[in-house]
């Protein structure tokens, strides 16, 4: 889910949507009595996959459909890794440095043996979630302050 932080606008104590402030939430292990969200695989490297296909949308301003002109998106999670790193590794309107840093983290640093089976409750994983994503994404924001 995609949400937008409120603020006040005039003297007043009116509160108006802030659009330049927008922060993206995913539920993990969510309770949605839906099927395909019961189904769907939960592990930190899909999760993050995920949010790293997002932030390649968001900054190219399309789908991952729309970018490599498929009628359906990709279900499988190496198919939709394929065309991921193949699109972070496009140079056509490359994101800036630190944004591309925690995109190829999403992306791609759940890859080697030694985190690949880590799961939400490991301290490493958030250590390097933090450092790895977090922290890049927070520093590239401060350009635009």
Same mark, same amino acid.
């Given at each position: 889910m995609v949400y937008f932080l409120l603020r006040r606008t005039g003297e007043e104590a009116r509160q108006s949507v802030d659009f330049s402030r927008a922060f993206v939430s995913a539920a993990i292990d969510s309770p949605e009595p839906d099927a395909a969200a019961r189904s769907r695989n939960t592990e930190p490297k899909v999760v993050l996959l995920e949010l790293g296909i997002l932030l390649l949308e968001i900054w190219h301003q399309t789908t991952l459909e729309a970018r490599f002109g498929l009628n359906e998106a990709p279900t499988d999670y190496y198919l939709r890794l394929v065309r991921a790193v193949e699109w972070l590794e496009d140079s056509d309107n490359s994101p800036p440095y630190l944004y591309e840093t925690a995109v190829s983290y999403c992306i791609r640093g759940m890859l080697? =043996? %030694? /985190? !690949? +089976?880590?799961? &939400?409750?490991? #301290? %490493? +994983? &958030?250590?390097? /979630?933090? *450092?790895?994503?977090? %922290? =890049? +994404?927070?520093? #590239?924001? *401060?350009? &635009? !302050?």
């Open positions: 080697g =043996p %030694e /985190v !690949r +089976l880590m799961s &939400w409750d490991t #301290n %490493e +994983l &958030w250590n390097w /979630v933090c *450092k790895d994503i977090i %922290e =890049p +994404l927070s520093n #590239n924001c *401060k350009q &635009w !302050r």
